[in-house]
C-alpha cells in the first residue's frame, strides 16, 4: 500500500488548496478513506472521510462547509478541497485507508504541510 500526498503549500487566510493523494498496491475503488491532520503539539485529527464509492462523505465540525472530500476511482486519486482556509488550519495534512486485506492496520502517506499565514 502507497498513499502520496500533494498539494500543500503557503497560502494566504481566505485562499484556496487542493490536496491530491495518490493510492497504489491496493483496489482503490474498494475501500473508504480519509484526511487527517496534526498541528504542532496537538495529536491528530479526522478531517474527512469518504466512502468507497464517493457517497456519504463527513466532516469535522471545523472545515464543514469550507473543505470538500472528492475521489476518483479510475485514477486511484482522493482529493480535499480547502476553501476559506483559516490560519487554525495549518497543519500537515496526511491521507489514510484502513482495512485493506481485512487487516485492521491504517495505512497514512507521508503528509503534506498546509501553512495559511498573511
Known amino acids: 500500500v502507497q498513499l502520496v500526498e500533494s498539494g500543500g503549500g503557503l497560502v494566504q487566510p481566505g485562499g484556496s488548496l487542493r490536496l491530491s493523494c495518490a493510492a497504489s498496491?491496493?483496489?482503490?475503488?474498494?475501500?473508504?478513506m480519509s484526511w487527517h491532520r496534526q498541528a504542532p503539539g496537538k495529536e491528530r485529527e479526522l478531517v474527512a472521510h469518504?466512502?468507497?464509492?464517493?457517497?456519504?462523505?463527513n466532516y469535522a465540525d471545523s472545515v464543514k462547509g469550507r473543505f470538500a472530500i472528492f475521489r476518483d476511482n479510475v485514477k486511484n486519486t482522493v482529493y480535499l478541497q480547502m476553501n476559506s482556509l483559516k490560519p487554525e488550519d495549518t497543519a500537515v495534512y496526511y491521507c489514510?485507508?484502513?482495512?485493506?486485506?481485512?487487516?485492521?492496520?491504517?495505512?497514512w502517506g507521508q503528509g503534506t504541510q498546509v501553512t495559511v499565514s498573511s
Open positions: 498496491g491496493f483496489t482503490f475503488g474498494g475501500y473508504a
Open positions: 469518504i466512502s468507497s464509492v464517493g457517497s456519504r462523505p
Open positions: 489514510a485507508v484502513s482495512g485493506v486485506g481485512g487487516l485492521r492496520t491504517t495505512y
